[in-house]
């Protein structure tokens, strides 16, 4: 009997492949795959890819039961040789719904999904890139003349195509001087994020002479390295069970990757959308902060393109914050640009901001630590950026400021727009009248802690603050009652808000998940302060500047310098897609009014 169903599956890439074979040498896998045990498909095997590889294969596989009660399975296997017996050849598993495949997406319509490989243990051993569709055998994609769009539907070219961005080369950097051992203790503002995922970073450059580029950007890295040292180290934790940060002469160092994608070029990858291209341009996506006790802290990844360079990069974030984040990408350019020393050393204490030693336990399985604290798979999302001049910055901040506050000090750039993205994306939510949402952002408590520390404070030193009120208040009250309960919780963050803050996560430590965000919440990460585009390595400044896919979920908003300088600032935000849709159409949101 004929199946009623098919599934379209892109097998594209794997990162972070564990080598099973690794006494004897590099890894050689393939995927097996199936819906029905008996009809089992295979890709060929990649053989120069090792714990990187990129099939970009299509498979049609029969399904042959309700689409309810059908689940995919994926094998990635080793391709043992004749003398590599003690090999056990299966790298990992992963499965899939495709219920939720085709509750997300609909019939015939394409979903991109990362699936994570366990080994047969429940250890974490990679994951896998897929483009996923279930379709009738006879459906045939129509010709896009005739196309009905649905913003969460529609597959974008360069979602559609296969692309292929290959690794082919890995090193390590390590300081150009011997170091030592050096040891710092994490700290409580720290330990919070070790359950959540690296951060990443995307930055694009032009240039014609990508080995040139990658020459001097790893011996510019090597060099500021002797101050940042602690990026080129591992997590450790000490006999009481305190996490710290280890430095060794005999460690490894920073990892770097590189790529390729020749037939892309810098002007492809402007698009205010992310598309798994990006994506693929990223390493260490969904690795958890702790795994840097046998990863490294910074893995960075250089992709040629047609006609420059895609910088990924990928920081522990328990290590550091976004202000130490943009200080040693700025200090490093330094070097790259010619100065013998950078102008700002790291301040590198840890424990002049706080001295408690925390003993902090975090389960041995990565998923039970899963930041979204649910093993359903998240809802469809979509990630964008909003671009805002200075002179609509200015509109905003002046309609504000329009009315004095209740403290009669004036609204800032930050409070200003961070209500108008609160706003917006209430009502693009479509939230009832009685439904609470969260605002949410990240302070920078650098000047705020007592004795307060330096801006050269080299670890996190934020705090996440919120402000909760009724949607239906927000409709109810002009926009400067959704300001004043942003600027109230600012100012009310002082020196003795934080300590209490940290005294009482110290007496109970947590994990933070991202549903401690808040319901309906908008997140705010980063900060238009951050001179992201004055990241100049002597090759000019970056043409664009994005973040990754890790730590995204619903509400999730970065702000960044814009490309224009000025006051102008990018608003990146994830939303799900209906959402997204009709923020999109929202002309007081846009400043189309």
């Known amino acids: 009997m004929a199946s009623r169903y098919e599934l379209e599956l892109i097998i594209s890439s794997a990162k972070d492949l564990k080598n099973v074979n690794r006494r004897h040498g590099s890894l050689k896998p393939y995927v097996v795959v199936w819906v029905d045990p008996a009809a089992k498909l295979s890709t060929k095997v990649d053989n120069e890819g090792d714990t990187s590889p990129c099939w970009n294969e299509t498979l049609l596989i029969p399904v042959p039961s309700r689409i309810e009660d059908s689940t995919l399975y994926l094998d990635v296997v080793h391709f043992k040789a004749d003398d590599e017996d003690d090999t056990k050849p299966v790298v990992g598993s992963a499965s899939l719904f495709l219920r939720h495949v085709v509750d997300d997406v609909g019939f015939g319509a394409q979903a991109v999904r990362t699936l994570e490989l366990r080994s047969p243990s429940g250890r974490p051993h990679g994951k896998v890139e897929v483009k996923v569709s279930v379709r009738d055998p006879s459906y045939r994609a129509p010709q896009s003349a005739y196309a009905t769009p649905c913003v969460d539907q529609v597959v974008k070219k360069e979602e559609a195509e296969v692309v292929k961005v290959a690794v082919h080369g890995k090193s390590h950097v390590m300081p150009t001087k011997k170091l030592g051992r050096r040891e710092c203790q994490l700290v409580t503002f720290d330990l919070p994020y070790l359950a959540f995922y690296y951060n990443q970073k995307l930055l694009f450059y032009k240039g014609c002479d990508f080995e040139d580029m990658v020459g001097k950007l790893k011996d510019g890295l090597a060099v500021v390295l002797e101050e940042f040292y602690q990026l080129a180290g591992k997590l450790e934790k000490d006999e009481d069970g305190v996490f710290k940060v280890v430095y060794d002469d005999e460690m490894e160092g920073v990892e770097v990757l ?336």
């Open 258 to 593: 590189e790529a390729s994608a020749d037939h892309v070029s810098v002007s492809d990858l402007m698009d205010v959308e992310s598309t798994s291209m990006m994506k693929d341009m990223l390493p260490h996506t969904q690795v958890l902060n702790f795994e840097g006790l046998h990863k490294p802290l910074l893995v960075l990844q250089f992709t040629k393109l047609r006609d420059g360079l895609a910088m990924g990069c990928a920081f522990n974030h328990a290590v550091l914050d976004g202000t130490s984040t943009w200080h040693f990408m700025s200090s490093w350019a330094e070097i790259c640009s010619g100065a013998d020393s950078i102008s700002v050393p790291p301040f590198l204490d840890r424990t002049k901001a706080r001295k408690t030693r925390v003993k902090f336990d975090l389960p041995l399985d990565p998923t039970a630590a899963n930041p979204n604290g649910t093993s359903e798979p998240p809802p469809l999302l979509r990630e964008r950026i909003f671009r805002f001049s200075e002179s609509q910055i200015n509109r905003v901040k002046s309609t504000l400021n329009k009315t004095p506050s209740d403290g009669s000090k004036p609204f800032s750039t930050f409070q200003s727009l961070s209500t108008h993205v609160w706003l917006a994306v209430t009502r693009a939510r479509q939230l009832k009248p009685e439904d609470v949402t969260v605002y949410t952002f990240f302070a920078n408590c650098r000047k705020r802690v007592d004795p307060p520390m330096p801006e050269s404070y080299f670890g996190n030193l934020i705090q996440a603050i919120f402000t909760v009120t009724a949607a239906g208040l927000l409709y109810a009250n002009p926009p400067e009652f959704a300001a004043a309960m942003i600027q109230k919780a600012i100012v009310t963050n002082d020196a003795k808000a934080i300590n209490k803050r940290n005294d009482k996560w110290e007496s109970n430590p947590i994990i933070f998940q991202f549903k401690d965000a808040g319901v309906n919440c908008v997140t705010v990460g980063s900060s238009p302060r951050f001179k992201v585009y004055d990241v100049d390595f002597g090759f000019g400044k970056p043409e664009r500047v994005r973040s990754g896919s890790n730590n995204k979920f619903d509400g999730m908003v970065y702000l960044y310098q814009g490309k224009t300088g000025g006051g102008s600032i990018d608003v990146e935000i994830t939303l799900e897609a209906g959402t997204m849709e009709r923020l999109e159409k929202d002309k007081e949101f846009l400043m189309e009014v």
